[in-house]
Nanobody, 119 residues
Framework: QVQLVESGGDWVQPGGSLRLSCTASGLTFSNYHMSWYRQPPGKERELVATILTFGGSTNYAASVKGRFTISRDNTKNTVYLQMNSLEPGDTGVYYC????????????WGQGTQVTVSS
């Protein structure tokens, strides 16, 4: 059974930092592109960052570019999201998402971790 387990969510003051982790099991991690999404209160889920499995190319939402960094460690089946200079607008539930890079479309979601940025 495939599981994506996020951790690292917390409350932090504006300007602070957090690092989220998502550890996968039950799949061949290196075969999957990995993304972080977030859902602010009362809003729809939005893409934050993606890291590809081939070559590790990354993409970011304009609102987080320069502040957030996505990375992955295929030896640990883990993807990270380093978040710096956090703003109240970064508040939300952060979800890990895996999509198979080749072959039949296969994707999975984590259960989410809460990030709250507030003074």
């Amino acid at each position: 059974q495939v599981q994506l387990v996020e951790s690292g969510g917390d409350w932090v003051q504006p300007g602070g930092s957090l690092r989220l982790s998502c550890t996968a099991s039950g799949l061949t991690f290196s075969n999957y592109h990995m993304s972080w999404y977030r859902q602010p209160p009362g809003k729809e889920r939005e893409l934050v960052a993606t890291i590809l499995t081939f070559g590790g190319s990354t993409n970011y939402a304009a609102s987080v570019k320069g502040r957030f960094t996505i990375s992955r460690d295929n030896t640990k089946n883990t993807v990270y999201l380093q978040m710096n200079s956090l703003e109240p607008g970064d508040t939300g539930v952060y979800y890990c998402y895996a999509i198979r890079a080749t072959g039949r479309r296969t994707d999975y979601w984590g259960q989410g971790t809460q990030v709250t940025v507030s003074s």
